[in-house]
């Protein structure tokens, strides 16, 4: 029978991915298997780090559950999620640009009237929101569904804080007639993402810190329209230029305090323009 | 701030891995960023088909457990586990060739004497293994370490079987004056890799079948000696040319009736030469 050298088991094993009858899932695992080959042949791994790189994933998917997504936060550091947004989301004139989802997004959060409060009396220096949402060329979108998630002041989500029984500083609205979603909370504030599993052990063993800029979480969607996933970050935040997922775009940065109503308190006011399908 | 197309967040991610204190990590994740950016950018995959891909990996890791290794099943079948081993045992006269460990070794097998029944009593088609152990320049190894195990009559290994209490057809063994291992088991037969996860719902998705053609597994170590992992699979079997994880040499190929003393018995001789360190 035939013999495999490490150059030609790469086409044993294209040759048996020929019957793979989806031809997106064949295209995708073609190019996975010249791409996985390509790099072991680059690197030339010993046994010992062939099984630590097995040890490693397997953590990764071990320490994942219901609120903790340890692969995304792998995707994540590595620059991956960004790419596959660069790819789905390149920047055009009159859209708001896109960033990472994370890995707090809940697709079922708690759904509250305009003007509420989300913080529900956490600790912090108070916000107020005011975004209007609109389309690309401008036209006002009432109804749409806009989720906002955000960290406390002492940099948790809520999921990463168990004695929580409900969500906080985690919504969902609805954008008003005159296509606007204003509610309170408190200013959001940089965090580590969470590196005590394995994903923190790669960032440390990479010389690498594990914080990202102080940001509110935003997903925009109204029919006809493509869903926005997107953050704002707070001006002058020290993490801005080495955010540990790579997220952060110059349009997304915002003052925090530009046309507040009052000296000294915080507001946000923004406009989100949404890419027609 | 600099900003990141498709193409710039490469370098951006290589620029963050510069502080690396482990050169050889370094050099291991440069690697691995370029190629998996190479391969996002291959195959443009949409959000869905990410978070699908996000999916998929967190379930291989969150089936291993201590008897299961779905990621070596992963390697296994992608043909990685067979490129690092023809990476770090290239062919080489006078030596035994080398296949994959595959996911269930067990680093502490029960220690058995010489002329031992492996089987403990399960059924199958009774077989006598005389097995020797010499360096490459066939000087004959006593007291070297030899494990082995292997399936059922019914195609699974002890780790599959909750029921079973102890360890059944897997044993280490010394070889004795003479560099030679005796003992009794039944014949291994072909079995299917572990196929109700994520990995068999992969190769139904490509066509292919989780068949691997029978063998014995064998693990001979001797100081001084790279150790030796291998198996010796059975002549005739069904799937020598489709082995789901790539891992049938041609030397490994055995009769398993030459040289037996009774006509119609099944015996298995060989002669396992390792390779100096």
Known sequence: MDEFDELSITNAVLDRLRGTPDPRLQEVMTSAVRHLHDFVRDVRPTFDEWISAIRFLTRVGQISDDVRQEFILLSDTLGVSMLVDAINHPPSSGVTDTTVLGPFYNEHPPERAQDSDISDGAAGEPLRVDVEIRSADSKLLPNALVDVWQSDSEGFYDAQRPELAEPRLRARFRSDKGAHVRFRTIMPTAYPIPHDG??????????????????LHFLVAASGYETLVTHLFVRGDKYLESDAVFGVKNSLIHGFTDECDTEGTRCLKYTFKLRPV
């Open 198 to 215: 394995p994903v923190g052990d790669l960032l440390k063993l990479t010389g690498r810190h594990p914080w990202r800029p102080a940001h």
